[in-house]
């Protein structure tokens, strides 16, 4: 990895930690900006299957119908998103521990928008979900102590179980 990695790991089992994070960035863009895609750019980044599976349509979508099938449908993807938060947080330890702290403010900030969408009751389609910067540099400090191996056995309040198996779910 570009910003090097901590002893005992290498290149070879910090990819899959690596991937991860950059789906769950992906992932969570997309969900950010699902409503604005669709109105400015006129495109739909989302799974099609998943779409047909929770009964969403594109045309709600570009009509930006928020209904009980688009909420279930948002709630799988951000719990979908978070499973890739969750593989990418244990790659944070596989880094140079002076690495660690911009990837898991990153992270956390990122990590950050699900719970924005959440809050706007999973309306994407007329709401946009942003952590500003206030917010952004108040996430520093939980961020750090989450760099710290202690943070493995005394998780934050909220925070999810560490995972540290590449083949956990």
Known sequence: PIFGCARGYNEDVAREPAL????????????????????????IYLPRND????????EQ???QRVDENFVKFMKFQIERARTYYDRARRGVFMLAEESRLPVQASLDAYGEILTKIEENNYDT????AY??????????PFSWYRTLEVSKQLPLPGD????MQLNDP
Do not use: C, Y
């Open 51 to 58: 779409m047909e599976q929770f009964g969403v349509t594109e």
């Open 20 to 43: 991860s994070l950059g789906v769950a960035f992906q992932l969570t863009n997309i969900l950010r900006d699902i409503g604005e895609d669709a109105t400015t750019r006129g495109r």
């Open 131 to 140: 952590v500003d910067k206030w917010e952004k540099m108040s996430i520093i």
């Open 125 to 128: 389609l007329t709401k946009r």
């Open 160 to 163: 999810r179980p560490f995972l």
């Open 61 to 63: 979508i570009m009509a």
